[in-house]
Protein backbone atom coordinates (compact mmCIF):
# COMPACT_ATOMS: atom_id res chain seq x y z
CA UNK A 1 0.00 0.00 0.00
CA UNK A 2 3.24 2.21 0.79
CA UNK A 3 4.54 1.32 -2.84
CA UNK A 4 1.11 2.43 -4.35
CA UNK A 5 0.58 5.65 -1.97
CA UNK A 6 3.97 7.05 -3.27
CA UNK A 7 3.26 6.09 -6.90
CA UNK A 8 -0.57 7.60 -6.99
CA UNK A 9 -0.07 10.57 -4.09
CA UNK A 10 -2.88 9.42 -2.10
CA UNK A 11 -0.70 9.83 1.12
CA UNK A 12 -0.15 13.49 0.26
CA UNK A 13 -3.43 14.37 -1.16
CA UNK A 14 -4.73 12.81 2.54
CA UNK A 15 -1.87 15.01 4.15
CA UNK A 16 -3.20 18.24 2.14
CA UNK A 17 -7.09 17.57 2.97
CA UNK A 18 -6.17 16.91 6.81
CA UNK A 19 -3.35 20.51 6.64
CA UNK A 20 -6.99 22.23 4.71
CA UNK A 21 -9.07 21.30 7.64
CA UNK A 22 -6.30 22.35 10.41
CA UNK A 23 -6.34 25.75 8.67
CA UNK A 24 -9.63 26.41 8.72
CA UNK A 25 -10.38 25.71 12.02
CA UNK A 26 -7.53 27.61 12.89
CA UNK A 27 -8.67 30.48 11.23
CA UNK A 28 -12.12 30.52 12.57
CA UNK A 29 -10.66 29.80 16.34
CA UNK A 30 -8.34 32.81 15.80
CA UNK A 31 -11.39 34.85 14.42
CA UNK A 32 -13.63 33.76 16.99
CA UNK A 33 -11.24 34.91 19.94
CA UNK A 34 -10.34 38.23 17.83
CA UNK A 35 -14.59 39.34 17.65
CA UNK A 36 -15.32 38.66 21.09
CA UNK A 37 -12.14 40.64 22.78
CA UNK A 38 -12.77 43.34 20.28
CA UNK A 39 -16.58 43.31 21.52
CA UNK A 40 -15.49 43.19 25.16
CA UNK A 41 -12.98 46.01 24.64
CA UNK A 42 -16.21 48.05 22.94
CA UNK A 43 -18.59 46.89 25.85
CA UNK A 44 -16.14 48.17 28.30
CA UNK A 45 -15.54 51.54 26.69
CA UNK A 46 -19.55 52.37 26.27
CA UNK A 47 -19.10 52.27 22.22
CA UNK A 48 -20.69 48.56 21.43
CA UNK A 49 -23.96 47.24 22.15
CA UNK A 50 -25.59 46.23 25.45
CA UNK A 51 -22.86 48.56 26.81
CA UNK A 52 -23.36 49.12 30.76
CA UNK A 53 -21.60 49.93 33.47
CA UNK A 54 -18.87 51.55 31.03
CA UNK A 55 -16.43 53.94 30.70
CA UNK A 56 -18.72 56.23 28.98
CA UNK A 57 -21.35 55.76 31.68
CA UNK A 58 -18.86 56.30 34.36
CA UNK A 59 -17.86 59.53 32.78
CA UNK A 60 -20.87 60.63 32.05
CA UNK A 61 -22.04 60.08 35.43
CA UNK A 62 -19.04 61.87 37.06
CA UNK A 63 -19.44 64.76 34.65
CA UNK A 64 -23.32 65.59 36.20
CA UNK A 65 -22.28 64.99 39.54
CA UNK A 66 -19.14 67.48 39.45
CA UNK A 67 -21.66 69.74 37.83
CA UNK A 68 -24.22 69.57 40.59
CA UNK A 69 -21.50 70.20 43.02
CA UNK A 70 -20.88 73.52 41.40
CA UNK A 71 -23.77 74.35 40.73
CA UNK A 72 -24.69 74.01 44.57
CA UNK A 73 -21.77 75.55 45.72
CA UNK A 74 -22.19 78.68 43.66
CA UNK A 75 -26.24 78.67 45.02
CA UNK A 76 -24.43 78.41 48.14
CA UNK A 77 -21.72 81.17 47.91
CA UNK A 78 -24.49 83.45 45.87
CA UNK A 79 -26.56 83.33 49.64
CA UNK A 80 -23.46 84.19 51.52
CA UNK A 81 -22.81 87.45 49.46
CA UNK A 82 -26.44 88.34 49.36
CA UNK A 83 -26.34 88.58 53.16
CA UNK A 84 -23.43 90.86 52.96
CA UNK A 85 -25.98 93.49 50.89
CA UNK A 86 -28.71 92.69 53.69
CA UNK A 87 -25.88 94.11 56.01
CA UNK A 88 -24.71 96.94 54.31
CA UNK A 89 -28.77 97.45 53.23
CA UNK A 90 -30.00 99.78 56.64
CA UNK A 91 -26.48 101.83 56.08
CA UNK A 92 -27.74 102.45 52.49
CA UNK A 93 -31.74 103.78 53.64
CA UNK A 94 -30.42 105.70 56.81
CA UNK A 95 -27.79 107.27 55.17
CA UNK A 96 -30.19 108.23 51.67
CA UNK A 97 -32.86 109.48 54.49
CA UNK A 98 -30.33 111.66 56.15
CA UNK A 99 -28.80 113.12 53.18
CA UNK A 100 -32.57 114.00 51.53
CA UNK A 101 -33.01 115.38 55.13
CA UNK A 102 -30.02 117.73 54.47
CA UNK A 103 -31.18 118.67 51.06
CA UNK A 104 -34.35 119.27 52.82
CA UNK A 105 -32.87 121.37 55.23
CA UNK A 106 -30.37 123.43 52.67
CA UNK A 107 -33.56 124.40 50.74
CA UNK A 108 -33.09 122.00 47.54
CA UNK A 109 -35.77 120.60 47.51
CA UNK A 110 -38.22 124.13 47.54
CA UNK A 111 -41.65 124.52 50.27
CA UNK A 112 -42.01 121.36 50.74
CA UNK A 113 -39.08 120.89 51.91
CA UNK A 114 -38.34 123.93 53.79
CA UNK A 115 -41.28 122.57 55.50
CA UNK A 116 -40.66 119.10 55.78
CA UNK A 117 -37.03 120.16 57.18
CA UNK A 118 -38.62 122.50 60.14
CA UNK A 119 -40.81 119.66 61.27
CA UNK A 120 -37.96 117.35 61.27
CA UNK A 121 -35.48 119.62 62.55
CA UNK A 122 -37.96 120.93 65.39
CA UNK A 123 -38.97 117.13 65.94
CA UNK A 124 -34.93 116.14 66.64
CA UNK A 125 -33.91 115.43 70.16
CA UNK A 126 -33.13 117.90 72.38
CA UNK A 127 -34.50 120.43 70.28
CA UNK A 128 -37.26 121.47 72.35
CA UNK A 129 -36.11 120.74 76.18
CA UNK A 130 -33.18 122.64 74.85
CA UNK A 131 -35.05 126.23 74.14
CA UNK A 132 -37.37 125.81 76.96
CA UNK A 133 -34.28 125.48 79.51
CA UNK A 134 -32.59 128.72 77.67
CA UNK A 135 -35.80 130.94 77.54
CA UNK A 136 -36.43 129.72 81.37
CA UNK A 137 -32.84 130.74 82.14
CA UNK A 138 -33.38 134.58 80.28
CA UNK A 139 -36.84 134.83 82.26
CA UNK A 140 -35.35 134.07 85.91
CA UNK A 141 -32.74 136.42 85.38
CA UNK A 142 -34.91 138.82 84.20
CA UNK A 143 -36.92 138.51 86.86
CA UNK A 144 -34.55 138.66 89.36
CA UNK A 145 -33.36 142.03 88.01
CA UNK A 146 -37.41 142.95 88.59
CA UNK A 147 -37.20 143.56 84.72
CA UNK A 148 -39.58 140.47 83.29
CA UNK A 149 -42.39 142.60 81.81
CA UNK A 150 -39.59 145.14 80.28
CA UNK A 151 -38.91 145.15 76.77
CA UNK A 152 -35.40 144.28 77.11
CA UNK A 153 -36.35 140.87 78.46
CA UNK A 154 -38.66 140.18 75.11
CA UNK A 155 -35.53 140.67 73.22
CA UNK A 156 -33.41 138.80 75.13
CA UNK A 157 -35.88 136.29 74.63
CA UNK A 158 -36.11 136.40 71.22
CA UNK A 159 -32.18 137.09 70.51
CA UNK A 160 -31.59 133.92 72.80
CA UNK A 161 -33.92 131.87 70.62
CA UNK A 162 -32.36 132.78 67.47
CA UNK A 163 -29.25 132.40 68.46
CA UNK A 164 -30.01 128.90 69.72
CA UNK A 165 -31.96 127.74 66.52
CA UNK A 166 -28.70 128.97 64.32
CA UNK A 167 -26.33 127.11 66.85
CA UNK A 168 -28.36 123.94 66.50
CA UNK A 169 -29.53 123.93 63.05
CA UNK A 170 -26.04 124.26 61.75
CA UNK A 171 -25.49 121.35 64.26
CA UNK A 172 -28.68 119.20 63.16
CA UNK A 173 -27.52 119.66 59.21
CA UNK A 174 -24.06 118.61 60.43
CA UNK A 175 -25.47 115.79 62.12
CA UNK A 176 -27.52 114.61 58.57
CA UNK A 177 -24.10 115.34 56.61
CA UNK A 178 -22.42 112.45 58.70
CA UNK A 179 -25.28 110.47 58.80
CA UNK A 180 -25.64 110.62 54.75
CA UNK A 181 -22.14 109.57 54.71
CA UNK A 182 -23.78 106.11 56.07
CA UNK A 183 -25.07 105.78 52.00
CA UNK A 184 -21.94 105.87 50.57
CA UNK A 185 -20.52 103.76 53.15
CA UNK A 186 -23.72 101.34 52.38
CA UNK A 187 -23.56 101.71 48.85
CA UNK A 188 -20.13 100.56 48.95
CA UNK A 189 -20.46 97.25 50.98
CA UNK A 190 -23.67 96.68 48.53
CA UNK A 191 -21.32 97.64 45.45
CA UNK A 192 -18.98 94.86 46.79
CA UNK A 193 -21.17 92.50 47.43
CA UNK A 194 -22.62 92.18 43.65
CA UNK A 195 -19.40 92.33 42.62
CA UNK A 196 -18.03 89.18 44.44
CA UNK A 197 -21.46 87.61 43.44
CA UNK A 198 -20.34 88.64 39.71
CA UNK A 199 -17.01 86.48 40.43
CA UNK A 200 -19.09 83.61 42.20
CA UNK A 201 -21.14 83.67 38.76
CA UNK A 202 -17.90 83.92 36.36
CA UNK A 203 -16.32 81.33 38.49
CA UNK A 204 -19.09 78.89 37.99
CA UNK A 205 -19.67 80.25 34.50
CA UNK A 206 -15.57 79.24 34.10
CA UNK A 207 -16.01 75.98 36.05
CA UNK A 208 -18.70 74.89 33.63
CA UNK A 209 -16.80 75.43 30.35
CA UNK A 210 -13.68 73.94 31.86
CA UNK A 211 -15.74 70.37 33.50
CA UNK A 212 -17.60 70.54 29.82
CA UNK A 213 -14.58 70.88 27.75
CA UNK A 214 -12.48 68.21 29.93
CA UNK A 215 -15.97 65.97 29.64
CA UNK A 216 -15.71 66.51 26.02
CA UNK A 217 -12.14 65.70 24.86
CA UNK A 218 -12.21 62.83 27.41
CA UNK A 219 -15.29 61.99 25.09
CA UNK A 220 -13.14 62.14 22.22
CA UNK A 221 -10.45 59.84 24.14
CA UNK A 222 -12.93 56.95 24.40
CA UNK A 223 -13.86 57.17 20.85
CA UNK A 224 -10.18 57.69 19.97
CA UNK A 225 -9.61 54.35 21.84
CA UNK A 226 -12.61 52.66 20.15
CA UNK A 227 -11.35 53.78 17.01
CA UNK A 228 -7.87 52.29 17.54
CA UNK A 229 -9.38 48.51 18.78
CA UNK A 230 -11.48 49.17 15.67
CA UNK A 231 -8.58 49.87 13.15
CA UNK A 232 -6.51 46.89 15.29
CA UNK A 233 -9.81 44.46 14.61
CA UNK A 234 -9.51 45.36 10.78
CA UNK A 235 -5.82 44.58 10.86
CA UNK A 236 -6.28 41.11 13.36
CA UNK A 237 -8.70 40.22 10.68
CA UNK A 238 -6.29 41.08 7.75
CA UNK A 239 -3.53 38.90 9.37
CA UNK A 240 -5.56 36.29 10.18
CA UNK A 241 -7.10 36.05 6.44
CA UNK A 242 -3.00 36.41 4.95
CA UNK A 243 -1.78 33.86 7.54
CA UNK A 244 -4.76 31.29 6.14
CA UNK A 245 -3.81 32.28 3.28
CA UNK A 246 0.15 31.83 3.22
CA UNK A 247 -1.06 28.39 4.75
CA UNK A 248 -3.20 26.98 1.94
CA UNK A 249 -0.87 28.33 -0.34
CA UNK A 250 2.44 26.34 1.65
CA UNK A 251 -0.49 23.68 1.44
CA UNK A 252 -1.34 23.80 -2.12
CA UNK A 253 2.26 23.77 -2.96
CA UNK A 254 3.78 20.60 -1.04
CA UNK A 255 0.47 18.60 -2.75
CA UNK A 256 1.88 19.98 -5.82
CA UNK A 257 5.31 18.67 -4.94
CA UNK A 258 3.88 15.71 -3.71
CA UNK A 259 2.22 15.04 -6.86
CA UNK A 260 5.20 15.74 -9.24
CA UNK A 261 7.17 13.18 -6.88
CA UNK A 262 4.25 10.85 -7.59
CA UNK A 263 3.93 11.03 -11.02
CA UNK A 264 7.99 10.93 -11.10
CA UNK A 265 8.03 7.91 -9.30
CA UNK A 266 5.24 6.28 -11.24
CA UNK A 267 7.01 7.44 -14.86
CA UNK A 268 10.63 6.07 -13.22
CA UNK A 269 8.84 2.36 -12.03
CA UNK A 270 7.14 2.15 -15.54
CA UNK A 271 10.18 2.93 -16.90
CA UNK A 272 12.28 0.25 -14.87
CA UNK A 273 9.36 -2.31 -16.06
CA UNK A 274 9.41 -1.24 -19.60
CA UNK A 275 12.94 -1.86 -20.07
CA UNK A 276 12.74 -5.14 -17.94
CA UNK A 277 10.69 -6.37 -20.45
CA UNK A 278 12.08 -4.92 -23.44
CA UNK A 279 14.23 -8.30 -23.06
CA UNK A 280 14.24 -11.53 -24.57
CA UNK A 281 10.64 -12.48 -22.72
CA UNK A 282 12.30 -15.38 -20.95
CA UNK A 283 15.18 -13.58 -19.24
CA UNK A 284 12.58 -11.35 -18.31
CA UNK A 285 10.39 -14.21 -16.96
CA UNK A 286 13.08 -15.94 -15.34
CA UNK A 287 14.45 -12.50 -13.91
CA UNK A 288 11.05 -11.76 -12.38
CA UNK A 289 9.35 -16.08 -11.99
CA UNK A 290 12.79 -16.87 -10.75
CA UNK A 291 12.70 -20.07 -12.49
CA UNK A 292 14.57 -20.97 -15.94
CA UNK A 293 13.44 -20.88 -19.40
CA UNK A 294 12.65 -24.07 -21.49
CA UNK A 295 10.90 -26.52 -20.36
CA UNK A 296 6.55 -26.92 -21.10
CA UNK A 297 4.92 -25.07 -23.62
CA UNK A 298 2.98 -22.84 -21.27
CA UNK A 299 2.81 -19.19 -20.93
CA UNK A 300 4.87 -17.97 -17.66
CA UNK A 301 2.15 -15.22 -17.50
CA UNK A 302 -0.50 -17.40 -16.74
CA UNK A 303 -0.37 -17.55 -12.72
CA UNK A 304 0.83 -13.74 -12.67
CA UNK A 305 -1.44 -10.97 -13.06
CA UNK A 306 2.24 -8.48 -12.56
CA UNK A 307 4.02 -10.12 -14.77
CA UNK A 308 1.36 -10.22 -17.37
CA UNK A 309 0.47 -6.45 -16.48
CA UNK A 310 4.32 -5.86 -16.77
CA UNK A 311 4.61 -7.89 -20.28
CA UNK A 312 2.05 -5.96 -21.95
CA UNK A 313 3.65 -2.72 -20.90
CA UNK A 314 6.75 -4.01 -22.32
CA UNK A 315 5.01 -5.20 -25.88
CA UNK A 316 4.56 -1.08 -26.22
CA UNK A 317 8.06 -0.57 -26.72
CA UNK A 318 9.38 -3.77 -28.68
Do not use: C, H
Not at 22 to 50: C, H, M, P, V
Not at 94 to 100: F, K, P, R
Not at 184 to 194: C, F, H, M, R
Amino acid sequence: MAILDSLTGAASRSAYNKNKQAIGATQSLSGDALTQGYAGAQRLLGTGDGSAGNALSALGSGYDQSRNDLTGQYGQTQGFLGQIGDLYGGLTQSGQQATDARSDALGLNGAEGSTRAKAAFEGSLGYGAGLNTGLEAVMRSASARGNLAGGNTSQDLFNYGADYQNRQSGSYIDRLTQAGQNYGTGVAGQASGLGLQGAASQGLGSGLSSLAQTFGQNNANIYGTASGQQAQFGQGVAGIQQTAGNALMENNNNLAQSQNAASANSIGGLMGLASMFAKPAGTAVSALSGSPTGGANVSPYANNPLLSAANKFASLFR
